[in-house]
Protein backbone atom coordinates (compact mmCIF):
# COMPACT_ATOMS: atom_id res chain seq x y z
CA UNK A 1 0.00 0.00 0.00
CA UNK A 2 1.27 3.29 -0.84
CA UNK A 3 1.26 5.95 1.79
CA UNK A 4 0.13 9.61 1.30
CA UNK A 5 1.91 11.71 -1.39
CA UNK A 6 5.28 13.66 -0.36
CA UNK A 7 3.71 17.63 -1.47
CA UNK A 8 1.72 19.09 1.50
CA UNK A 9 -0.44 22.37 1.29
CA UNK A 10 1.30 25.18 1.89
CA UNK A 11 -0.98 25.78 4.88
CA UNK A 12 0.35 22.25 6.51
CA UNK A 13 3.89 23.75 6.03
CA UNK A 14 3.07 26.93 7.73
CA UNK A 15 1.23 25.31 10.58
CA UNK A 16 4.52 22.77 10.72
CA UNK A 17 6.66 25.23 11.21
CA UNK A 18 10.30 25.59 9.42
CA UNK A 19 12.60 22.98 10.08
CA UNK A 20 15.53 25.32 9.87
CA UNK A 21 13.80 27.27 12.88
CA UNK A 22 13.51 24.25 14.67
CA UNK A 23 17.32 23.28 13.86
CA UNK A 24 18.40 26.51 15.65
CA UNK A 25 15.67 26.76 18.47
CA UNK A 26 18.51 25.18 20.74
CA UNK A 27 15.73 22.90 22.12
CA UNK A 28 17.85 19.44 20.66
CA UNK A 29 17.03 17.21 23.75
CA UNK A 30 13.37 17.78 23.28
CA UNK A 31 11.06 15.85 20.61
CA UNK A 32 8.23 17.09 19.33
CA UNK A 33 5.47 14.94 18.93
CA UNK A 34 2.36 17.64 18.65
CA UNK A 35 3.18 18.03 15.07
CA UNK A 36 4.58 14.02 13.51
CA UNK A 37 1.12 13.65 11.87
CA UNK A 38 -1.68 15.66 10.55
CA UNK A 39 -5.11 14.75 9.17
CA UNK A 40 -7.48 11.79 9.17
CA UNK A 41 -6.85 9.31 11.70
CA UNK A 42 -3.48 10.66 12.59
CA UNK A 43 -2.61 11.07 16.62
CA UNK A 44 0.25 13.03 17.93
CA UNK A 45 3.34 11.24 17.74
CA UNK A 46 1.37 8.67 15.30
CA UNK A 47 2.93 8.39 11.95
CA UNK A 48 1.37 6.76 8.89
CA UNK A 49 -1.92 4.80 7.96
CA UNK A 50 -5.01 4.99 10.17
CA UNK A 51 -5.91 1.33 11.15
CA UNK A 52 -4.14 -1.84 12.68
CA UNK A 53 -0.20 -1.83 12.14
CA UNK A 54 -0.42 -4.30 8.83
CA UNK A 55 -3.23 -4.43 6.23
CA UNK A 56 -5.99 -6.65 7.23
CA UNK A 57 -6.82 -10.01 5.52
CA UNK A 58 -10.70 -9.49 6.24
CA UNK A 59 -13.28 -7.08 4.94
CA UNK A 60 -14.27 -4.67 7.69
CA UNK A 61 -17.66 -4.05 8.85
CA UNK A 62 -20.26 -0.89 8.38
CA UNK A 63 -17.79 1.72 9.95
CA UNK A 64 -20.31 3.74 11.46
CA UNK A 65 -24.22 3.82 11.96
CA UNK A 66 -26.72 6.28 11.40
CA UNK A 67 -26.62 8.27 14.24
CA UNK A 68 -22.94 9.42 13.90
CA UNK A 69 -23.60 9.70 10.38
CA UNK A 70 -26.56 12.12 11.50
CA UNK A 71 -24.71 13.88 14.11
CA UNK A 72 -21.85 14.67 11.65
CA UNK A 73 -23.47 15.62 8.48
CA UNK A 74 -27.29 17.39 10.11
CA UNK A 75 -29.00 15.00 8.35
CA UNK A 76 -31.80 12.07 8.74
CA UNK A 77 -30.50 9.16 6.66
CA UNK A 78 -31.89 5.90 7.94
CA UNK A 79 -29.47 2.80 7.95
CA UNK A 80 -31.09 -0.49 5.44
CA UNK A 81 -30.94 -3.53 7.45
CA UNK A 82 -28.21 -5.89 6.99
CA UNK A 83 -26.13 -3.38 4.72
CA UNK A 84 -24.18 -0.65 4.93
CA UNK A 85 -26.74 1.81 2.95
CA UNK A 86 -28.09 5.39 3.97
CA UNK A 87 -30.96 6.73 2.40
CA UNK A 88 -33.45 9.45 3.53
CA UNK A 89 -37.16 10.52 2.41
CA UNK A 90 -35.78 13.22 -0.46
CA UNK A 91 -34.03 10.39 -2.37
CA UNK A 92 -30.31 11.07 -1.01
CA UNK A 93 -28.38 7.95 -0.81
CA UNK A 94 -25.15 7.34 0.64
CA UNK A 95 -24.00 3.79 -0.22
CA UNK A 96 -20.37 1.91 1.25
CA UNK A 97 -18.83 -0.75 -0.28
CA UNK A 98 -16.25 -2.61 1.98
CA UNK A 99 -13.05 -4.82 0.92
CA UNK A 100 -9.98 -6.58 2.96
CA UNK A 101 -7.33 -3.88 2.97
CA UNK A 102 -4.40 -6.49 2.80
CA UNK A 103 -3.45 -7.37 -1.03
CA UNK A 104 -6.15 -5.17 -2.40
CA UNK A 105 -6.42 -4.73 -6.54
CA UNK A 106 -9.75 -3.35 -6.06
CA UNK A 107 -8.74 0.35 -4.99
CA UNK A 108 -6.49 0.72 -7.80
CA UNK A 109 -8.77 -0.67 -10.76
CA UNK A 110 -11.61 1.48 -8.99
CA UNK A 111 -9.89 4.34 -8.33
CA UNK A 112 -8.47 4.16 -12.46
CA UNK A 113 -12.11 3.38 -13.92
CA UNK A 114 -13.48 6.37 -11.91
CA UNK A 115 -10.28 8.79 -12.60
CA UNK A 116 -10.89 7.82 -16.23
CA UNK A 117 -15.34 8.56 -16.85
CA UNK A 118 -15.22 11.34 -13.98
CA UNK A 119 -16.34 14.52 -14.89
CA UNK A 120 -14.21 15.91 -11.68
CA UNK A 121 -11.30 14.03 -10.01
CA UNK A 122 -9.31 14.89 -7.45
CA UNK A 123 -6.87 12.83 -4.95
CA UNK A 124 -7.08 13.06 -1.35
CA UNK A 125 -3.98 14.10 0.70
CA UNK A 126 -4.76 12.06 4.04
CA UNK A 127 -3.13 9.07 5.87
CA UNK A 128 -3.43 6.14 3.48
CA UNK A 129 -4.84 6.38 0.08
CA UNK A 130 -8.25 8.07 -1.17
CA UNK A 131 -9.98 10.35 -3.92
CA UNK A 132 -13.37 11.90 -4.54
CA UNK A 133 -14.61 11.87 -7.90
CA UNK A 134 -17.97 14.09 -8.96
CA UNK A 135 -20.44 14.91 -11.88
CA UNK A 136 -20.61 18.39 -12.84
CA UNK A 137 -23.84 19.40 -11.15
CA UNK A 138 -22.30 17.15 -7.65
CA UNK A 139 -25.15 14.85 -7.19
CA UNK A 140 -23.24 12.27 -7.95
CA UNK A 141 -20.14 11.39 -5.62
CA UNK A 142 -17.21 8.14 -5.77
CA UNK A 143 -15.17 8.60 -2.75
CA UNK A 144 -12.68 5.95 -2.49
CA UNK A 145 -10.58 4.93 0.83
CA UNK A 146 -7.80 2.83 1.77
CA UNK A 147 -6.12 2.22 4.92
CA UNK A 148 -4.70 -0.51 7.05
CA UNK A 149 -8.02 -2.06 7.86
CA UNK A 150 -9.99 -1.91 5.17
CA UNK A 151 -10.82 -0.20 1.23
CA UNK A 152 -13.99 1.50 1.77
CA UNK A 153 -16.04 2.72 -1.55
CA UNK A 154 -18.91 5.47 -1.45
CA UNK A 155 -21.62 6.18 -3.86
CA UNK A 156 -23.02 9.23 -2.75
CA UNK A 157 -26.27 10.09 -4.76
CA UNK A 158 -29.17 13.33 -5.02
CA UNK A 159 -26.84 15.13 -1.79
CA UNK A 160 -24.80 18.12 -2.58
CA UNK A 161 -21.74 19.01 -0.21
CA UNK A 162 -23.66 22.20 0.49
CA UNK A 163 -27.15 20.21 1.75
CA UNK A 164 -24.52 18.89 4.52
CA UNK A 165 -22.65 22.06 5.45
CA UNK A 166 -19.52 21.14 3.54
CA UNK A 167 -17.64 24.05 1.20
CA UNK A 168 -16.96 21.11 -1.69
CA UNK A 169 -17.11 17.98 -2.99
CA UNK A 170 -13.15 17.03 -1.23
CA UNK A 171 -14.43 18.95 2.06
CA UNK A 172 -17.06 16.65 2.08
CA UNK A 173 -14.72 13.61 1.35
CA UNK A 174 -13.07 14.28 4.43
CA UNK A 175 -15.58 14.93 6.52
CA UNK A 176 -16.71 10.96 5.69
CA UNK A 177 -13.33 9.81 5.49
CA UNK A 178 -12.75 11.60 9.35
CA UNK A 179 -16.08 9.71 10.50
CA UNK A 180 -14.88 6.43 9.22
CA UNK A 181 -11.57 6.58 11.03
CA UNK A 182 -13.18 8.18 14.39
CA UNK A 183 -16.08 5.58 14.69
CA UNK A 184 -15.24 2.87 13.06
CA UNK A 185 -17.10 -0.45 14.97
CA UNK A 186 -14.44 -2.17 17.60
CA UNK A 187 -14.39 -5.77 16.74
CA UNK A 188 -12.88 -5.86 13.89
CA UNK A 189 -12.38 -9.18 12.53
CA UNK A 190 -8.69 -10.65 13.51
CA UNK A 191 -6.59 -11.89 11.51
CA UNK A 192 -6.78 -15.24 10.72
Avoid at 57 to 81: V, Y
Avoid at 128 to 145: C, F, K, P, R, V
Wanted: hydrophobic share 35%; net charge negative; proline share 7%.
Amino acid sequence: MRTRPLALPLATLLLLGSPLLAACSGDDDKKDTENDAAGIGAEPGEPGVPGPEKPRNNAPSCPFDQKALNDELGTKFHLAKKSCVFTTKKGARISITLDAAADNETYEEARGAIKDTADEYTALEVPGQAYAAWTEDELNISIGYLDNAGEYRFQVSALVPGDVGSDSVEDFAERLLTLVVATRKEGQPAEP
